[in-house]
């Protein structure tokens, strides 16, 4: 069960005018939201007289109109979980949400989801608006920002958020302050290039995801640190960055194809499997054959990279187990003075049919 929450909310509407948020109240008072929030929704944690003397003359100022539920929620913890993602339509961080959901229920918690679209500003939004939900805990599940700015809001509303008693999980990597699950990427794909590798593939190009993002350059290093192993490398023009869905798979394998037939990939890595299926369809509509000219590989085994034609080799991540073992890091008693829990769970090659050796010399289009 799952109840999802925008990250970009309307603004309520009182007596005829758009209310005044808290958010607007911390800033002019210049203070964080959380401390805010204690001084005007009664927390058991107490803000200094003069501190709270402030926040009160600037919620007057604005016109700041309290809501009884908030103050109720300021309390105590709700039976919530909330969780981020980049993307509930990828069936990726779908998978993980339903690891979430389980492990959630298991517990006797509703999990609420914020989509993001991997925007870093909405997720800071996302972040402050679940602590305002008083959850019990917050599961980070998208890949964390290349960006240092966008990683410092991120680290300072969770901050504010375990200030006040808050716990925290996240799905790869967000910094070594937090408790995670850390699927294998780098390794992952450096595996899947030995295997391609071993089928005789030497012309290999990569469609990764955006630069901005972690998870695209663990990915990519990986696939490096094994093509360097065997001597290789690989061309700048053979790096093609596209979001990750089936639209920028299929415009960044129409940019491999733009020179002549000769100069081609005869392996193409896709590092998410939805970017596969884009690369699979462009191939398809060009009439080339997979994989007899080409070689398509993906990356996650999602559900259907069985059902595509042809069926689809990947690195299998247990995307599940992702979401549900996150869920239980976060709700473990806190460890005073312990270091962050870290677990990494393995990454598995799996070949299918769209894989093969590459074509020999006498091979045509």
């Known amino acids: 069960m799952l ?19 808290l958010s607007e109240v911390a800033r002019h008072a210049g203070v964080s939201l959380a401390t805010a929030s204690r001084a005007l929704n009664g927390s058991v944690r107490t803000v200094g007289a003069e501190l709270a003397a402030k926040v009160r003359a600037s919620a007057d100022a604005l016109g700041y109109l309290p809501n009884a539920p908030a103050q109720a929620l300021a309390r105590a913890a709700t039976a919530n979980v909330g969780v981020l993602l980049h993307d509930i339509a990828d069936p990726y961080f779908a998978a993980i949400a339903r690891g979430v959901s389980d492990a959630a229920v298991e517990a006797g918690l509703l999990p609420l989801v914020v989509n993001t679209d991997g925007d870093p500003d909405a997720q800071v939004r996302g972040i402050r608006m679940l602590h305002g939900q008083r959850v019990r805990a917050i599961i980070l599940a998208g890949s964390a920002h290349t960006d240092p700015a966008a990683t410092l809001a991120s680290d300072a509303a969770l901050a504010d958020y375990r200030s006040d008693g808050g716990r925290v999980a996240t799905v790869t990597d967000h910094g070594p302050g937090y408790d995670a699950v850390l699927p294998d990427n780098r390794r992952g794909a450096a595996e899947l290039t030995r295997a391609l590798l071993d089928l005789g593939h030497r012309r290999f190009a990569v469609i990764t995801g955006p630069q901005r993002l972690r998870v695209s350059a663990d990915r990519l290093a990986g696939v490096r640190e094994a093509l360097a192993g065997a001597g290789l490398g690989l061309a700048e023009s053979a790096v093609q960055h596209a979001e990750f869905s089936r639209s920028g798979g299929a415009a960044a394998m129409g940019r491999l194809l733009a020179g002549p037939a000769g100069s081609w990939p005869t392996a193409v890595l896709a590092l998410s499997d939805v970017c596969a299926v884009g690369a699979l369809g462009e191939l398809r509509r060009r009439g080339v054959d997979v994989p007899g000219r080409i070689s398509v590989a993906g990356f996650d085994d999602v559900p259907f990279a069985v059902d595509v034609a042809p069926a689809l080799s990947t690195v299998r991540l247990p995307l599940e187990q992702l979401g549900s073992h996150a869920v239980r890091l976060a709700l473990e008693a806190a460890r005073p003075g312990e270091r962050p829990v870290r677990s990494a769970l393995a990454a598995r090659v799996v070949l299918r049919d769209s894989t093969a050796p590459p074509p020999g010399p006498t091979a045509r289009q």
């Open 3 to 21: 109840r999802i929450v925008d990250a970009w909310p309307d603004r309520e509407r009182v007596n005829g005018r758009m209310a005044v948020t």
